[in-house]
């Protein structure tokens, strides 16, 4: 018979068994697609952000109503454009299709989400994921592809509270909260990079 306190030790096990679990899937499936090291890096910096940790594909968030690695959230047009991918494709919610719409709404220029999440913004990213370093690809996937709503009130031209310190320093939290993740990533799996993959173009997308 297990007392409390072990009991409790070893859902503390399992939940670090899911996470790694989680993380492993993630790092491979975006490896396999051909991303180099810092465009992995940088987009499980965003992911282990967004999901507090977990990299599990469906994490609600906390007093909101954002879902997913990516904590899409129907306030923006991501959900849609990714019901829309799901139906076009005939594909189920996964954590691979999460991660297979991400992917395209960058490389395919054909696709309704590359459009809608702005075609100079798609390709500012295949720029950054190709040249930029970790923390230049963390920023770019936060900034031109998710846009919180730390980003928006410190950033967008239409918000009233860009020039309220308070508001940019939350900004600046969100941001380095996404960087920091990033690099103990880097440093604890970083080293799983034996090359830099195949270099991906909106050619070969998918």
């Not at 993630?26 to 990299?55: F, P, W």
């Not at 090359?195 to 909106?202: A, C, M």
Request: aromatic share 10%.
């Amino acid at each position: 018979v297990f007392t409390p306190e072990q009991l409790a030790q070893q859902e503390i096990e399992y939940k670090e068994t899911d996470v790694k679990l989680n993380q492993n899937n993630i790092l491979n499936y975006l490896r396999d697609k051909g991303y180099k090291k810092e465009a992995v890096i940088g987009i499980m910096g965003n992911i282990e952000h967004e999901t507090d940790g977990s990299y599990d594909y469906q994490k609600k968030q906390i007093n909101g109503k954002g879902v997913g690695l990516f904590q899409l959230d129907p306030g923006g047009d991501h959900v849609n454009q990714y019901n829309s991918y799901l139906d076009r494709n005939k594909r189920e919610d996964s954590l691979e299709a999460q991660l297979d719409y991400f992917h395209e709404t960058i490389y395919d220029k054909n696709s309704p989400a590359l459009k809608s999440n702005g075609g100079t913004n798609a390709s500012n990213l295949r720029r950054i994921f190709e040249e930029g370093t970790i923390e230049e690809v963390t920023e770019a996937i936060t900034s031109k592809w998710e846009r919180p709503a730390d980003w928006w009130n410190a950033n967008a031209s239409k918000s009233p509270y860009k020039d309220d310190p308070k508001v940019q320093a939350k900004w600046k939290a969100n941001l380095g909260d996404r960087i920091l993740r990033a690099k103990r990533i880097d440093n604890s799996l970083g080293k799983l990079f034996s090359d830099q993959g195949t270099p991906l173009t909106s050619d070969n997308n998918m």
